[in-house]
């Protein structure tokens, strides 16, 4: 439009996927700070930050401001993208102390997500690409959010809305799983890899409830065996998935940037930081693998922000 600054052309033509952005730049700050490397952690939270607030700007403007496209593009998988960055920048908050911030993005991901998952429900024609699985991830993300605070403050209630919301995920990935697209294995441009990232996360939330649940009584030896249990296939079928999706990468390189590959960062760091919590609250030998996989997503983060950094300049200078 006239009169509008490039910048501000720029960021209005970012695709709602744009925020596994912050997806992926807030657990790999999660995953940092399981690991000790709460400096670094910090500094990436910063980024994710200030992402989460520059996409929630533009958010509300194309709200505001451009009401058909605004539910156009609320139909997309991509959109669910906007409850998951912030129960993963809740969870980050909570685990600083900053339970009324995390208890306020819990609220407002909530208000969001029901109206955003019926639309894409609504929308999903198969055969979909892997931004189909966000439907599992926004879900779970709300689960792994209440766990967190229901541990944080010794608070019942949020527990049992979380192990609620954990089981209506497992439904959600079985949908998605027939709509997924296998193609996208080889051919995906990034956002395949969420079919991993979604049992990721779900691992996640179940180390969370199991640890709310210890020490609480939150639940009775039978369903804490089976919250574990569970927990436990969960990882274990993440790990499958993260290895036949990098042998897909493998045989089938995509170096180029696409916005997309941070749906590729996110899975990634949600296994680094599944694995690491599943050790703790199963007592299982995964902590290693975690660490490991940890510097794996450290490395492709870095890769994919300064592709996202050069391609942004380049379309910047055509604004111009």
Known sequence: MPGTSPLRAWLAQRPPAAGAAVMATGIVSVALHLTGYELLSRLILAVACLAWL???????????????????????????????????????FSALGWQTLAEALLALAFVLWPGLLVLVVRSSRRPMPGAVFLSCVATEGLAVLAATLAEEQGVAWPAYAALVLFWIRLALYVFALCCFDLRQLLEGHGDHWIAAGALAISALAGARLV?????????????????????????????????????????????HYDVRRWSTVFPMGMTAAASVSVATAANVPSRGLGEVLLWIAVAAWLAVAAGAVLDARTELRALR
Do not use: H, K, N, Q
Not at 65 to 76: K, L, Q, S, Y
Not at 227 to 248: F, H, I, N, S
């Open 54 to 92: 520059t996409l929630a700007a533009d958010f509300v403007l194309r709200l505001l401001g451009d009401r058909a496209r605004w539910i156009r593009e609320a139909g997309t998988p991509g959109a669910l993208t906007a409850v998951a960055a912030t129960t993963v920048l809740g969870t980050r």
């Open 211 to 255: 640890t709310a649940g210890s020490g609480r009584y939150l639940w009775d030896a039978d369903d804490s065996g089976v919250l574990r249990t569970v927990t436990l296939a969960l990882l274990v079928l993440d790990l499958c998935w993260y290895a036949v999706l990098v042998v897909a990468e493998l045989v089938r390189p995509r170096p």
